[in-house]
């Protein structure tokens, strides 16, 4: 690629993308609302809010691959959410589809199926079940991507991101963990296959508690390599084992779905 746009840079995984997708484009033109230091020589930095159209349009001008990591990241009032995920994610595709259409990863999360509970098993095919203000738009996010794709072709990876953290932090996160070395696996796999269509893809790494099966999306040849079992000793001695009543050990969104298992008694 010539260019590829990093949005959200100056947060957790969008530095991730930043320190370790340089070698997918000539230049990375990254961006955020929030500062985002020197740029380095194969670098430009854009700042922009992601609900002004007008500088999202200005943003996406040039670039031909798109990581949209920007956005808000946990449950937040609506208004905040619909600034950064509803008019954020419209714009965004909007500017895309004016700009070359190119090839998007769409940073989705496992809150668009939270309510599912633990012990089912997921495909791309499975009913979503967002377990919060987030993620409703989460499936916002999704529904624009597969409309985008259907009407004008525009290629995304909607990736629903579990827990991606250095290291699992509790019980729930053996399931849903994805390491960052599978991350960025994911999104080198993205922009390398000829066709990507607009596949749902579950993020998580190789975990032996998995919760979500991904063989609808082999043809993208990903093999995460890392199993958050390897942490499965330190959690148990850092945490005790889970209550069998508190959320995050019942539906898949665990404390996301808080206040629906406070009202259920
Ligand atoms: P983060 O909160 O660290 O980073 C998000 C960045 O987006 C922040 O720098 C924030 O300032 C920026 N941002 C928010 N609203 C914006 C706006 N209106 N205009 C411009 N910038 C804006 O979140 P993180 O963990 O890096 O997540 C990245 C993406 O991945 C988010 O979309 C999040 O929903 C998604 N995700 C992350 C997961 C994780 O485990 N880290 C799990 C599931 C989804
Ligand atoms: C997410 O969607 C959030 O962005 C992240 O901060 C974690 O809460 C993650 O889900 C999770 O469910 O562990």
């Known amino acids: 690629m010539k260019r590829l746009l990093i949005t959200g840079a100056a947060g957790a995984l969008g530095s991730v993308c930043r320190r370790r ?22 670098e430009e930095i854009v700042y922009c809010d992601l609900g002004n ?19 808000q990241s946990i449950e937040a009032p609506w208004e905040v959410i ?4 509803i008019e954020g994610v419209f714009n965004l595709y909007e500017a895309a589809r004016k700009n070359g259409k190119p090839r998007i990863v769409f940073a989705s999360s496992n809150h ?11 495909d791309a095919n499975s009913p979503t079940r967002p377990d919060s203000l987030y993620g409703v738009s989460k499936v916002f996010g999704e529904a624009v991507a597969s409309t985008y794709y259907n009407k004008f072709g525009i290629e995304t990876a909607c990736i629903r991101i579990g827990s991606c953290f250095p290291e699992p932090r509790n019980h729930r ?3 849903s963990w994805l390491s960052y070395d599978d991350f960025v696996r994911l999104i ?10 607009c596949p749902i893809i579950y993020g998580a790494s190789n975990n032996d508690a998995s919760w979500w099966d991904n063989r609808m999306v082999a043809y993208l040849g990903w093999k995460p390599k890392d199993n958050a079992e390897m942490y499965r000793t330190k959690i148990d001695a850092e945490l005790g084992p889970p209550a069998s009543n508190d959320a995050d050990a019942i539906y898949q969104g ?5 206040d629906a298992i406070h009202e259920k008694g």
């Open 173 to 175: 996160m053996l399931s």
């Open 21 to 42: 997708l340089g070698h997918l484009a000539e230049t990375l033109r990254i961006s955020s609302r929030s500062d985002l230091g020197e740029a380095s020589s194969n």
């Open 254 to 258: 665990g404390l996301f779905t808080a």
């Open 112 to 122: 668009a199926i939270g309510f599912h509970e633990q012990t089912e098993r997921l």
């Open 53 to 71: 159209k007008a500088s999202v349009e200005k943003l996406v001008e040039g670039c031909d691959g798109i990581v949209h990591m920007g956005g």
């Open 188 to 197: 080198e796999r993205i922009f390398a296959v000829p066709r990507l269509g």
């Open 82 to 85: 619909r600034n950064s995920n």
